[in-house]
């Protein structure tokens, strides 16, 4: 959508503000410039904050209504896969098969932590508008800070965040600046790491953990969680084992999927409680939440 050094699309431009005090921005011959503060930046893509700010965050002392029986409540399946269009190099088909029934042609995806950008093509051709921040990535149309997002409240139809919630130090700061930047009956997408192994990242959430984030944010209603990869898939992939080691994990996954018979108890199990139990198992949990 933009080239490097490029000014943003005037949609978004349209909707920048100050990420140090919220203010308005000026466009400058080169960069942006703050209305009100001394924040500026010579670069059109860098709208990361410069000056460190206090912030005041509401916490709940009252913890939210028992987890397991809001999972029991749930949906805990993955959405039904409608999408068939282009691919994205991250398989994203339950992300968008979910933009695509519930939002209209035209509305603004944010895709926040968008990595090598592989998820504009496929947004795009669902007919909705792409913009692809990262906090450092040459692919990204702009550089941002999840933790405070320049741009102004309520800019967004939805917000993408790709295994993205582990790597911020305060999720709970950022799912604020989330909820914040999406406009009533906006949807919150994405996957958290649970069973993936270190992997420069702060806080893995369960199930649990990720209600009681969202639960942070009175206006988001959980729409749907599950089990997006298993742990033992994840430490094949990804868990700094020997490869022979990671070989027997992948093995042993197979094992675990192709032989239900290995535990005889849960053959008699309902759909839902196998659903629950592959979340407690899951390397990655998938979610899709809503801005009342
Ligand atoms: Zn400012």
New binding site residues.
Partial sequence: MTASGAMPHPWIEAILR??????GLIAQPRGWR??????ASQDPRDLQPQTPRELTLTHRRQAPAAPDQLLEALPTEPPPLTYAGPTALRDSSAFLSEMKQRLQPGATVLDLGCGPRDQQLPIESLGFRYLGVDVDSRAADLLVDAHCLPFQDQSFDAVLSYAVLEHLRDPFVALREITRVLRPGGLYLGTVSQGEPFHASYFHHTAWGLLALFSSQPELETLRLWAAIDTLESLARMGRYPKVIRKALAGLHRLQVDVPQLAPRKARWPRKALQIDALYRAGSIGFVARRG
């Fill in positions: 100050c990420p140090d005090c919220s203010s703050c209305s009100v503060c001394s924040w």
